[in-house]
């Protein structure tokens, strides 16, 4: 099992905490973490999903670094096929967009940025396919839907070739569609580990359908994690967190937001890892990441 580490890059009272995020990502890589992930909001108190990633592509070595999970269809695809090839080039090949087309709570992010919230799916599958066809060829010619190219051509193309993996969140029939035909990797948001491997037999069987081998298709998982204190321990560092954010997030998904111990934790790995999932994502859900990540270093990581 891979872990990877979604660093805290929501605001605390409307200021980020920059410092203390690039810290993080330092000791996350050097603690062992394989990946290290950011998630995207264009009108919450949140710093910006790809800039961050440049940032801390400069700081690291070693560690992938991928978006959990960026709006696509909120955003050019032109212009997000630039900035992902310059960031991969600027960490040296380690980049995994990780896309979703957005719930119902990002409806007032599309009306601000005067984007159609109506038909996003197939926004975003398009302009998937014109990702990829940026990435890998020159005078690219698409007439689509939604997105129409010229003899277009962007350099440099990504370090990775093809191009960098492509990973989409969601658990609806449509996810698990594109899962088994078209992208390289699904990344669900806190689904039971039961639920998870329903989903991934669905997935399996319509890849095999399609005449995919599931080897081309990673299986990951974004759970929330809130790491029990030890003993006369007190949350007193600096906080990076707008009060309330996890509670709302968490109810959305119908869960609530308690202490796990550390072995509880390696207990859920070991499920996810039974059932062939191959990366966990862990956001720590508390007032005081930094104490996790290295309660998460010293309790857990040695033991995977």
Not at 178 to 204: C, L, M, N
Request: glycine share 8%; aromatic share 8%.
């Amino acid at each position: 099992m891979n872990l990877g580490l979604l660093l805290p890059t929501s605001a605390h009272k409307g200021t980020p905490m920059f410092s203390k995020i690039l810290e993080m990502a330092r000791i996350a890589e050097e603690s062992g973490f394989t990946s290290l992930w950011v998630g995207d909001s264009i009108l919450r108190a949140r710093i910006d999903a790809l800039m961050t990633l440049a940032a801390v592509a400069s700081r690291t070595r070693k560690v992938m670094l991928g978006t959990a999970t960026i709006i696509l269809p909120i955003r050019s695809p032109v212009l997000v096929a630039q900035m992902i090839a310059t960031l991969d080039h600027i960490s040296g090949g380690r980049v995994i967009l990780g896309v979703a087309p957005g719930g119902e709570d990002t409806k007032p992010e599309f009306e601000a940025c005067g984007v159609p919230f109506e038909r996003r799916g197939k926004r975003m599958d398009e302009a998937i396919k014109v990702l990829r066809m940026l990435w890998e060829n020159n005078n690219v010619n698409f007439s689509g839907e939604f997105y129409n190219l010229s003899g277009i051509t962007l350099d440099p193309k990504p370090v990775q070739k093809p191009y960098p993996s492509i990973w989409v969140g969601g658990a609806s029939k449509r996810t698990f569609q594109r899962v088994a035909e078209v992208v390289d990797g699904w990344i669900p948001f806190d689904i039971p580990p039961e639920e998870y491997k329903q989903h991934w037999d669905t997935i399996s069987d319509w890849a095999k359908s399609k005449g995919r081998s599931l080897t081309e298709i990673h299986p990951a998982v974004y759970i929330y994690t809130n790491l029990e204190p030890k003993s006369g321990s007190t949350e007193s560092e600096e906080e990076f967190y707008i009060g309330g954010m996890h509670e709302s997030t968490l109810s959305t998904h119908g869960r609530k937001q308690t202490y796990i111990a550390p072995d509880e934790v390696l207990k859920k790995i070991d499920q996810y890892s039974e059932i062939g999932v191959k990366t966990m994502i862990l956001r720590f859900a508390a007032k005081n990441p930094m104490g996790q990540l290295r309660a998460c270093a010293e309790e857990i990581l040695p033991s995977i």
